[in-house]
């Protein structure tokens, strides 16, 4: 708190160790079109913790208007003009993690790619994004999904692509946007995703294709989270 950091930029370049804890204060983060890397590992009984400080607000915006989606969308969701591709707002690559207490939101692609192991993601709330709010990608597992709130979202809120072990608990999936695509579930389980478990989530006001939540079925099965020249999402 003494030491605070001039943006979350730093998160990338801070080291840590198991047990320690960083503490974001109020205000909005404008995030770069990059995005952030974590990829901090803690151990099980300390886990390294970001979190929203005493709770207040705090906000990370990818910047992304409506009339940029609407362009993407337009476009097919294709790669974009910089680097051949767009990013998440976050990618979570690391282990032993407890992500607590932030706001997502401005999200172009995905507010959160999630590459991990053994991470918890708990009491954030994500508006928005042009496809899904939490995206998994195959190899990735034992994530605990609590008690977020996801809105806005224009494909799937939680897309658990080829996840082991993801617990989905206590979260509110409500008032996406149907108004640029065709919408796809709430909860998505697909491309080889095993042992996914559901309690206690609330669906309501919601505008989808199918169901709010469908267990299984579609796509690929080697979706790794690379881009087209190899590097990490």
Not at 85 to 103: D, N, W
Request: glycine share 10%.
């Amino acid at each position: 708190i003494d030491k605070p950091l001039k943006d979350v930029s730093a998160l990338e370049k801070i080291q840590t160790k198991p047990g320690d804890a960083i503490a974001l204060r109020a205000g909005t983060y404008n995030i770069a079109e990059e995005g952030i890397k974590i990829k901090f590992v803690g151990e099980p009984t300390q886990p390294v913790k970001i979190f929203a400080y005493e709770g207040e607000k705090v906000i990370l915006d990818h910047g992304t208007t409506y009339e940029e989606l609407k362009k993407m969308v337009a476009e097919g969701m294709k790669p974009g003009p910089k680097n051949g591709h767009y990013y998440p707002l976050s990618s979570v690559r690391g282990k032993y993690l407890v992500i607590e207490g932030l706001t997502f939101t401005g999200c172009l692609e995905n507010c959160m790619l999630y590459a991990g192991s053994h991470n918890i993601i708990k009491d954030n709330t994500f508006i928005g994004g042009g496809e899904e709010n939490i995206k998994t990608i195959t190899g990735s597992s034992d994530v605990l999904v609590l008690n977020n709130d996801f809105s806005g979202f224009m494909n799937e809120a939680i897309d658990i692509f080829g996840a082991h072990r993801a617990y989905i608990v206590g979260n509110k999936f409500h008032d996406n946007d149907a108004s640029l695509r065709v919408t796809s579930p709430a909860i998505w389980a697909k491309a080889g995703a095993k042992d996914v478990s559901y309690l206690n989530n609330e669906f309501y006001n919601l505008d989808v294709n199918i169901h709010a939540m469908v267990l299984g079925g579609c796509c690929w099965h080697n979706w790794d989270g690379k881009n087209s020249d190899g590097s990490l999402k």
